[in-house]
C-alpha cells in the first residue's frame, strides 16, 4: 500500500488505532483498561508535602498522584489536575496543574492566557483569518487558545466549532466544586486520539478485519521481539527494571564504513520502534564501534529523528563508555503489558 492509512479496530475488546505509511507501521495505539488514559482530568485531595523536592502526594480517584512544584498546597486542600503520564505499578500517576483542552484543531489553556496560532501556518492570509476567528471565539473568556497547525486544511467554520466546544468544555469544569476525589472529564481513547492528531490522513480503515488485513496486527507482534533487522545489520531493544536498552551491530558488514552506516540508520528508525513498543523513561545506546569523529552525525541524525516525534524526547549526551544517553516522556505504556 502506497501513502498513509488509518486502521481502527479492536485487539480483545482493546480499541486499536494504527498508522500506516506506505504500508509500513508508523505508530499504534492500545487502549488500556487497567488505567485512565492521559488528558483525564480530576480533582484531587492534597496528602501530604515530599519534602526536598516542592512536590506533593495526592489523593486520585483511582489511587495516588504525585504532583511538582506544588508549592502553597495544604493537606486536605483539593485541587483540579490533569493526568501527564503513566506510572509503574506501585507507584503514584504524575499530574499536571497546568491543564489543557485539547481537540482536532485547537486548544484552550485555562492557565495560558493569549492568543496563538501555530508557527507552522505561514499563510499570511490564513493567520489573520484566523486570528479574528480567535477573537471572536474567545471574547469575554480569560483563557487562552492555541490554533493548531492541522486548521490550515479545515474551514474556518469548522475550527470555530471546534473552539467553541473546548471553550465551553473548559468553562464547565471550571465550575464543578467539590470535596472529594472525582472524574470530572474523561481522556481520550486510542480512536479519538486518531482523529485528533492524525487529521491529515484521509483513507482511515474501520472494518472488523481490517488490523489483519493491512498487515498491523503482524507488524505489531513484530514488536514482541527484541530485533530490529537493518539490511546486514541490526539493533536489540531490550526493556529491564531501570532502563531500555538499544544494541547495535554491524552484522556481516566488515568494511571500514560499517559502523557509521548502521549507527545512522539505527538512529532513524530508533524513535518508531520505541513508539511501537510503547517504551520510555531513561533509554541507554551502546553504538556499533565507531571513532569519537563519527559522534557528531550520529548525534545530529538523532536529534533531528526525535524531533518527528510525538513523545517528547531529548538526547541527553553521551556516556564516558561511548554510550548515547536519552530521556523519553512517560507517555505511553510498554507493549509488553498488553501480551502477558
Not at 39 to 65: C, D, F, S, W, Y
Not at 108 to 113: D, I, R, S
Not at 253 to 270: G, T, W, Y
Amino acid at each position: 500500500m502506497i501513502g498513509s492509512q488509518v486502521v481502527l479496530g479492536h485487539i480483545a475488546e482493546k480499541k486499536v488505532a494504527a498508522l500506516q505509511i506506505d504500508g509500513k507501521l508508523h505508530d499504534v495505539l492500545i487502549e488500556d483498561t487497567t488505567q485512565l488514559p492521559i488528558g483525564t482530568i480530576l480533582r484531587a485531595v492534597v496528602e501530604r508535602p515530599v519534602k526536598g523536592i516542592g512536590g506533593v502526594m495526592l489523593q486520585l480517584p483511582n489511587g495516588h498522584g504525585f504532583l511538582k512544584k506544588a508549592n502553597g498546597l495544604a493537606p486536605g486542600q483539593t485541587v483540579t489536575v490533569q493526568l501527564s503520564g503513566f506510572s509503574e505499578a506501585g507507584k503514584a500517576n504524575p499530574v499536571t496543574q497546568r491543564i489543557i483542552f485539547k481537540s482536532r484543531y485547537a486548544i484552550v489553556t485555562p492557565n495560558q492566557p493569549g492568543l496563538n496560532i501555530s508557527r507552522k501556518i505561514t499563510s499570511e492570509k490564513l493567520q489573520d483569518e484566523l486570528t479574528l476567528l480567535a477573537k471572536s471565539a474567545m471574547d469575554g473568556c480569560e483563557m487562552g487558545l492555541i490554533i493548531r497547525s492541522s486548521a490550515a486544511e479545515a474551514e474556518l467554520s469548522e475550527v470555530a466549532e471546534d473552539i467553541q466546544v473546548m471553550r465551553e468544555t473548559a468553562e464547565d469544569i471550571a465550575t464543578q466544586q467539590g470535596l472529594k476525589p472525582e472524574i470530572l472529564m474523561d481522556g481520550d481513547n486510542p480512536h479519538v486520539q486518531a482523529w485528533r492528531e492524525w487529521s491529515d490522513v484521509k483513507t482511515v480503515l474501520t472494518q472488523s478485519d481490517d488490523l489483519e488485513a493491512s498487515g498491523v496486527l503482524d507488524q505489531i507482534e513484530a514488536t514482541q521481539s527484541s530485533w530490529v533487522q537493518l539490511g546486514s545489520g541490526g539493533m536489540y531493544i531490550e526493556e529491564t527494571k531501570a532502563m531500555i536498552t538499544v544494541d547495535i551491530n554491524t552484522g556481516s558488514d566488515f568494511s571500514p564504513a560499517a559502523a557509521l552506516k548502521i549507527n545512522l540508520a539505527a538512529v532513524q528508525d530508533l524513535p518508531r520502534q520505541l513508539r511501537l513498543r510503547g517504551y520510555s523513561g531513561q533509554i541507554a545506546i551502546d553504538f556499533a564501534p565507531m571513532s569519537k569523529r563519527d559522534r557528531k552525525p550520529i548525534e545530529t541524525a538523532l536529534r533531528a529523528s526525535l524531533r518527528t516525534c510525538p513523545v517528547a524526547s531529548e538526547f541527553v549526551g553521551w556516556t564516558p563508555l561511548g554510550h548515547g544517553e536519552i530521556k523519553r516522556k512517560r507517555e505511553r505504556l510498554s507493549m509488553s503489558n498488553f501480551f502477558k
